[in-house]
């Protein structure tokens, strides 16, 4: 059976063939023709795929992403700035994304911008939850999230315009050329002015001149097991937002004179067959920071160099797996134009492993950094059961190593008053995971449901903490000694023909021991339904989202509730026509650092396609 529900749109099959087929665990994450069903996963595995964002047409990816199972997205402020990806409750730097097999993350901060990706039709995105294979170098124990450009498998082209509220425009041309090519071209710009109203305290205020300005130009040359990348991403974003004066008991929006500009340019070529994978890859991430009025320009700079690859060997009844992970990394950090630091990483990490593909399956994956001192294995094991036809039980243990971020060593920046450093002395975290799955996958039965329970311990916590000293506040990493991470998470999933009906639901619950407050900003409870209707002529998508209070470290919040609808009209001529309102509950922006809530917006689309071209 081709589980169509662990992407919503596979198609029904037989289900008797499912416990014969076996993938290499690393095509959980990697770009190949072998399309993964999430009851084969060896992890929590949520998908989104291309239907979905088709009929849902998000406007960000705050938007796309909110109350998924287990997936929070935590941005530092308007649309268009940092916007990093939390799973299960873990920091942003243990979620590693990828964009076709290829790793986005660097080591200078780890933590990624969403912003800087573009919103196209991809294929699938998936999002693997816990410990993951030790294929992946380190083995992060948040997970790992891999977006899936569009396959080249059909000659097409297509020019699309959107616009909406608050100057939201976006311009985007792609053309894919198959056969003899097996070329995809794709540009897009985006830009938004951010005059949005905010609701903060109290005080109605509007941010002005808060825009910003994305550019994507992207190509992608593949054939049946090889495929090669080049990437080219600017974002610039201003800096501006509420704060509160609680001397006087009033609030203002900083001057927006800041701009950040953000940027990465990735090439990667990656070979891949049924037996064996290999990812080559180039990344320049950089960062450029000015506000002339407060201190200096700045920016951070880190060129990676990265080569991951996996074999698998067929012996007997079972499989063995041998694979690695070079790589090096040069960071500079400017303030004007004085170098202030400079830090160099490089790892080079084997793993070995095995599995026995039977109705009940063991395996085992074990991995070393031989260039790290440290005496710590990062280790996945467990074991899966198919107890009949249409389930599958699990039970996974994992162990991973976190060693400091560069950014969390070396980073220093100084305002009137305040002090941002890293420290030098940070212990790595290690950590402990438990996920015990169960998963229903009925035969001839539109249904999917899975329902998954995890738990995280964890020492030599790393947290940023503020202190006092004299009159000066100092911001920097520490530390704990304990932390741990539980809940649990739902998914059923039910459709047929052209309609499909996703539930949701994430418990979480993060504490540092010590102090016994929540660790980052996630609600204990989010809820999401979505209903999807699409045929040739008309699409619709109907998304619902709740999220409980978080406990900060100051204060509980409130609850959130989030409505999009969307809709396009298909065929017309060749034009559709797609209109999507977002945030139906909430009118304007309520100020709630760290929660994705976008105020509410419209955006109107057209897109013109032919499928035949003549280059």
């Given at each position: 059976m081709k589980l169509f529900m662990a992407i919503i749109l596979t198609q029904m099959g037989g289900i008797k063939d499912t416990i014969k087929e076996y993938v290499f665990p690393t095509y959980e994450i990697t770009s190949t023709p072998y399309l993964?069903?999430?009851?084969?996963?060896?992890?929590?595995?949520?998908?989104?795929?291309?239907?979905?964002?088709?009929?849902?047409?998000?406007?960000?990816?705050?938007?796309?992403?909110?109350?998924?199972?287990?997936?929070?997205?935590?941005?530092?402020?308007?649309?268009?700035?940092?916007?990093?990806?939390?799973?299960?409750?873990?920091?942003?730097?243990?979620?590693?994304?990828?964009?076709?097999?290829?790793?986005l993350n660097t080591k200078r901060v780890e933590s990624f911008n969403l912003s800087i990706l573009p919103i196209i039709n991809y294929e699938r995105i998936e999002i693997l939850k816990g410990g993951n294979s030790a294929f992946f170098g380190e083995g992060p124990s948040g997970g790992i999230i891999n977006f899936i450009t569009p396959s080249i498998n059909k000659r097409f082209a297509s020019l699309k315009t959107e616009f909406g509220s608050f100057g939201y425009n976006l311009q985007e041309f792609i053309f894919n050329l198959s056969y003899e090519y097996n070329l995809l071209f794709l540009f897009s710009r985006t830009h938004k002015d951010g005059n949005d109203l905010v609701n903060f305290r109290g005080f109605k205020l509007k941010r002005e001149n808060s825009d910003f300005t994305k550019k994507t130009f992207l190509i992608k040359h593949s054939k049946e097991n090889y495929e090669q990348i080049f990437l080219f991403s600017e974002n610039k974003s201003g800096i501006t937002g509420p704060l509160y004066d609680f001397y006087n008991d009033s609030a203002y929006i900083l001057t927006p004179n800041a701009r950040e500009n953000d940027e990465i340019i990735l090439y990667g070529i990656g070979f891949s067959s049924e037996n064996y994978y290999f990812r080559n890859q180039i990344l320049r991430d950089r960062t450029y920071f000015s506000n002339p009025d407060f201190y200096d320009t700045s920016y951070y700079q880190s060129l990676s160099l990265r080569s991951s690859g996996g074999y698998k060997i067929n012996l007997w009844k079972s499989k063995i797996h041998i694979g690695y992970e070079g790589y090096r990394e040069d960071i500079k950090v400017f303030k004007g134009n004085t170098k202030q630091k400079k830090d160099t990483i490089s790892s080079f990490t084997i793993s070995t492993g095995f599995e026995i593909p039977k109705k009940i399956e063991p395996f085992l994956f074990l991995s070393k950094d031989i260039i790290s001192k440290e005496k710590f294995v990062p280790i996945k094991s467990g074991l899966s059961i198919y107890l009949n036809e249409i389930s599958k039980f699990s039970f996974i243990y994992s162990k991973s190593l976190k060693e400091p971020t560069s950014f969390e060593k070396i980073y220093y920046e100084e305002y009137p008053g305040f002090i941002i450093r890293g420290n030098e002395n940070l212990k790595s975290e290690k950590s402990e995971g438990y996920d015990i799955l169960f998963k229903i996958f009925p035969k001839n039965i539109p249904l999917y449901f899975s329902i998954n329970s995890f738990r995280k311990n964890s020492k030599d916590l790393i947290e940023w903490i503020y202190y006092l000293k004299g009159d000066t506040f100092i911001y920097e990493p520490k530390n704990f000694s304990k932390g741990y991470l539980k809940g649990y998470e739902i998914e059923t999933k039910i459709g047929k023909r052209n309609l499909f009906l996703n539930i949701f639901y994430t418990y979480t619950d993060a504490k540092n021991l010590k102090e016994n407050r929540r660790i980052y900003y996630i609600p204990w409870n989010s809820l999401r339904t979505e209903i999807i209707f699409d045929n040739d002529k008309f699409s619709s998508g109907i998304s619902y989202s709740y999220n409980s209070k978080r406990l900060t470290p100051q204060i509980i919040k409130g609850d959130i509730s989030i409505l999009n609808f969307s809709f396009k009209i298909k065929k017309i001529y060749f034009f559709d026509l797609g209109f999507s309102i977002y945030n139906l509950l909430n009118k304007n922006y309520e100020f709630i650092p760290g929660y994705p809530i976008e105020g509410r917006n419209f955006k109107i689309g057209i897109e013109m396609k032919k499928e035949e071209i003549w280059f």
């Amino acid at each position: 059976m081709k589980l169509f529900m662990a992407i919503i749109l596979t198609q029904m099959g037989g289900i008797k063939d499912t416990i014969k087929e076996y993938v290499f665990p690393t095509y959980e994450i990697t770009s190949t023709p072998y399309l993964e069903e999430s009851h084969k996963s060896k992890s929590s595995m949520t998908y989104i795929n291309s239907l979905q964002i088709n009929a849902l047409n998000p406007i960000s990816f705050e938007n796309l992403f909110l109350s998924l199972p287990g997936l929070f997205i935590l941005p530092s402020g308007n649309q268009g700035m940092l916007s990093t990806s939390i799973l299960r409750g873990n920091s942003s730097k243990e979620t590693y994304l990828f964009l076709d097999g290829f790793r986005l993350n660097t080591k200078r901060v780890e933590s990624f911008n969403l912003s800087i990706l573009p919103i196209i039709n991809y294929e699938r995105i998936e999002i693997l939850k816990g410990g993951n294979s030790a294929f992946f170098g380190e083995g992060p124990s948040g997970g790992i999230i891999n977006f899936i450009t569009p396959s080249i498998n059909k000659r097409f082209a297509s020019l699309k315009t959107e616009f909406g509220s608050f100057g939201y425009n976006l311009q985007e041309f792609i053309f894919n050329l198959s056969y003899e090519y097996n070329l995809l071209f794709l540009f897009s710009r985006t830009h938004k002015d951010g005059n949005d109203l905010v609701n903060f305290r109290g005080f109605k205020l509007k941010r002005e001149n808060s825009d910003f300005t994305k550019k994507t130009f992207l190509i992608k040359h593949s054939k049946e097991n090889y495929e090669q990348i080049f990437l080219f991403s600017e974002n610039k974003s201003g800096i501006t937002g509420p704060l509160y004066d609680f001397y006087n008991d009033s609030a203002y929006i900083l001057t927006p004179n800041a701009r950040e500009n953000d940027e990465i340019i990735l090439y990667g070529i990656g070979f891949s067959s049924e037996n064996y994978y290999f990812r080559n890859q180039i990344l320049r991430d950089r960062t450029y920071f000015s506000n002339p009025d407060f201190y200096d320009t700045s920016y951070y700079q880190s060129l990676s160099l990265r080569s991951s690859g996996g074999y698998k060997i067929n012996l007997w009844k079972s499989k063995i797996h041998i694979g690695y992970e070079g790589y090096r990394e040069d960071i500079k950090v400017f303030k004007g134009n004085t170098k202030q630091k400079k830090d160099t990483i490089s790892s080079f990490t084997i793993s070995t492993g095995f599995e026995i593909p039977k109705k009940i399956e063991p395996f085992l994956f074990l991995s070393k950094d031989i260039i790290s001192k440290e005496k710590f294995v990062p280790i996945k094991s467990g074991l899966s059961i198919y107890l009949n036809e249409i389930s599958k039980f699990s039970f996974i243990y994992s162990k991973s190593l976190k060693e400091p971020t560069s950014f969390e060593k070396i980073y220093y920046e100084e305002y009137p008053g305040f002090i941002i450093r890293g420290n030098e002395n940070l212990k790595s975290e290690k950590s402990e995971g438990y996920d015990i799955l169960f998963k229903i996958f009925p035969k001839n039965i539109p249904l999917y449901f899975s329902i998954n329970s995890f738990r995280k311990n964890s020492k030599d916590l790393i947290e940023w903490i503020y202190y006092l000293k004299g009159d000066t506040f100092i911001y920097e990493p520490k530390n704990f000694s304990k932390g741990y991470l539980k809940g649990y998470e739902i998914e059923t999933k039910i459709g047929k023909r052209n309609l499909f009906l996703n539930i949701f639901y994430t418990y979480t619950d993060a504490k540092n021991l010590k102090e016994n407050r929540r660790i980052y900003y996630i609600p204990w409870n989010s809820l999401r339904t979505e209903i999807i209707f699409d045929n040739d002529k008309f699409s619709s998508g109907i998304s619902y989202s709740y999220n409980s209070k978080r406990l900060t470290p100051q204060i509980i919040k409130g609850d959130i509730s989030i409505l999009n609808f969307s809709f396009k009209i298909k065929k017309i001529y060749f034009f559709d026509l797609g209109f999507s309102i977002y945030n139906l509950l909430n009118k304007n922006y309520e100020f709630i650092p760290g929660y994705p809530i976008e105020g509410r917006n419209f955006k109107i689309g057209i897109e013109m396609k032919k499928e035949e071209i003549w280059f």
